[in-house]
């Protein structure tokens, strides 16, 4: 089957519209925030763009595709504000609409006179710039924490990667060479711009979820889930711990588990059987952890618990940490076709090795962690003396 351009144009512009209808549609329904308001506007520039791109395609107009030039320009932009909005910077938006404004006034300077890709080379260099800038933005911000996160980066680094070659064939070769059309063309540019934005709207979607979920559980004291304290409740409970014990002279230790085999459930069977999962295994580290300690969840991660035992050295919270792999053994969980159960990772980190700093305690315990699972899981590692902070 062959599309021509017309019919491509005209598919490529609904698939957009209901991305972006569904994006904008899910996000306000959130209290839009700053963020949400920022990407609808990129959204609503898509929609924009594709609906100069199909009155440019049934009646030629310089006008029509100034607006799509600087609607293409303002989609990326608008992401990249976003993005900065999400990091808690200034979302500058006067860059985006200068961006954009550059890109459309370039065609109306030229005039009606122009060919259809008169001052394209600006809306390349505008679309290639703001989709890399958008992508390294995510990669060095607090989104890259989340997997629907980095998803979006990559999105937007193919994005701009794919114009830059564009842009290099437009210079080199001009729009109307072989080359252009054949590599860069009008077709194969509609296709993968209606890819990166579908992917696009689904990891946003996503990633303001992950966000919303994750601010929720901020501000309350328990997660709803597993029962564990969250960052809000434990962390001001461990520095007093950690505090008085210094004072006292006794011995606290650090501990962090980490399921191995959620992630896999969750690819496997879907997200509601390894929410099941996680909160079997806060039940089960709740049951056993001693009277006066602490259980809290990583609030970044959302899947591994962190566990402060009082008046505890390294040999006892091996101990309880072997007690607590064996109750994981004995709690088994039931999916579609199987029981199966849920093993653990554990590192710990005491304070002889390692002081009373609560940032120091949880980086090495997070070290010994992902030792004990590169290592196959199920297993519990002691981080030695001198092991720093671990940076996640």
């Not at 925030?33 to 929609?47: N, Y």
């Not at 093993?343 to 609560?358: F, K």
Request: contains cysteine; hydrophobic residues 50%.
């Amino acid at each position: 089957m062959t599309l021509d351009p017309l019919t491509l144009d005209v598919v490529a512009g609904a698939v957009v519209l209901l991305s972006a209808t569904l994006f904008v549609a899910e996000a306000w329904s959130r209290r839009a925030q700053a963020v949400d308001r920022l990407w609808s506007l990129a959204f609503a520039a898509a929609i924009a763009a594709s609906l100069a791109t199909l009155a440019d395609a049934f009646q030629p107009s310089w006008v029509a595709r100034a607006l799509g030039n600087a609607a293409q320009v303002a989609v990326l932009w608008f992401m990249w504000s976003g993005v900065r909005a999400c990091g808690g910077r200034r979302p500058l938006v006067g860059v985006a609409v200068g961006a954009a404004a550059v890109a459309g006034l370039g065609v109306l300077a030229v005039g009606p006179a122009g060919d259809p890709w008169a001052a394209g080379g600006l809306m390349l260099v505008g679309v290639a710039v703001g989709a890399l800038i958008s992508g390294v933005a995510i990669l060095r911000g607090p989104l890259r924490q989340f997997q629907s996160g980095i998803a979006l980066a990559v999105l937007l680094l193919v994005m701009g990667t794919y114009t830059v070659f564009r842009f290099v064939l437009y210079i080199t070769q001009g729009p109307y060479s072989d080359a252009f059309t054949t590599y860069a063309g009008s077709e194969l540019t509609t296709l993968v711009v209606t890819l990166v934005l579908n992917g696009s709207a689904f990891s946003m979607v996503s990633l303001r979820v992950a966000q919303t979920t994750r601010s929720v559980l901020l501000r309350h004291h328990f997660d709803a889930a597993t029962g564990a304290r969250t960052p809000a409740s434990f962390e001001p409970r461990a520095l007093d711990a950690l505090r008085d014990a210094e004072e006292r002279g006794r011995q606290m230790c650090f501990v962090v588990v980490e399921p191995d085999d959620v992630t896999a459930i969750r690819l496997a069977f879907g997200g509601n059987y390894a929410d099941e999962a996680l909160a079997l295994c806060g039940e089960t580290v709740a049951m056993v952890v001693p009277p006066r300690g602490l259980i809290g969840i990583d609030a970044p991660h959302g899947a591994r618990f962190e566990v402060l035992l009082r008046d505890m050295g390294a040999a006892e919270a091996e101990e309880w940490a072997a007690g607590l792999r064996t109750e994981f053994l004995h709690a088994t969980f039931e999916l579609p076709s199987s029981r199966v159960r849920v093993t653990v990772s554990i590192g710990l980190a005491s304070s002889l090795d390692h002081g009373y700093d609560l940032a120091t305690l949880r980086g090495a315990g997070q070290r010994a962690a992902r030792e004990a699972s590169e290592q196959g899981g199920n297993l519990t590692v002691t981080a030695g003396a001198g092991a720093g902070a671990l940076a996640l």
